[in-house]
């Protein structure tokens, strides 16, 4: 994880900004193995319930933004439990990476 966080971290800062963290996604090919991925779910599911919850969520990414965080787990939630599994935040991870690829592609 420490190594993924200073690739992402292009600030320096300590912590990974949302801006960041949708850059790194875009590099698909160094981040978004499934190890990575896995790494970096475990990383955010500070409980260890296998359920990123809004709270994790909104501390992984820094942001007290209530809405953001509401759309994000809107957008990933597929079976509506209020809370991201990992299979929802790999899903997630994919459909931003083919997004991401198709508008390089225009």
Same mark, same amino acid.
């Given at each position: 994880?420490? +190594? /993924?966080?200073?690739?992402?971290?292009?600030?320096?800062?300590?912590?990974?900004?949302?801006?960041? #963290?949708?850059?790194?996604?875009?590099?698909? !090919?160094?981040?978004?193995?499934?190890?990575?991925?896995?790494?970096?779910?475990? %990383?955010? &599911? @500070?409980?260890?319930?296998?359920?990123? !919850? +809004?709270?994790?969520?909104? *501390? %992984?990414?820094?942001?007290?933004?209530? !809405?953001? /965080?509401?759309?994000?787990?809107?957008?990933?939630? &597929?079976?509506?439990?209020?809370?991201? !599994?990992?299979?929802? #935040?790999?899903?997630?991870?994919? +459909? /931003?990476? +083919? %997004? *991401?690829? *198709? @508008?390089?592609?225009?």
């Amino acid at each position: 994880m420490v +190594r /993924i966080g200073k690739q992402v971290d292009v600030t320096g800062e300590g912590s990974i900004t949302v801006t960041e #963290f949708m850059l790194g996604a875009c590099n698909k !090919t160094a981040l978004l193995t499934d190890a990575n991925l896995k790494q970096v779910y475990a %990383f955010m &599911d @500070a409980s260890g319930k296998n359920m990123v !919850t +809004r709270p994790e969520l909104k *501390s %992984f990414l820094g942001v007290n933004d209530d !809405t953001y /965080i509401g759309i994000i787990i809107e957008e990933a939630d &597929d079976d509506c439990d209020g809370g991201l !599994t990992y299979k929802e #935040f790999n899903n997630m991870m994919m +459909r /931003i990476t +083919r %997004f *991401s690829g *198709s @508008a390089n592609t225009v």
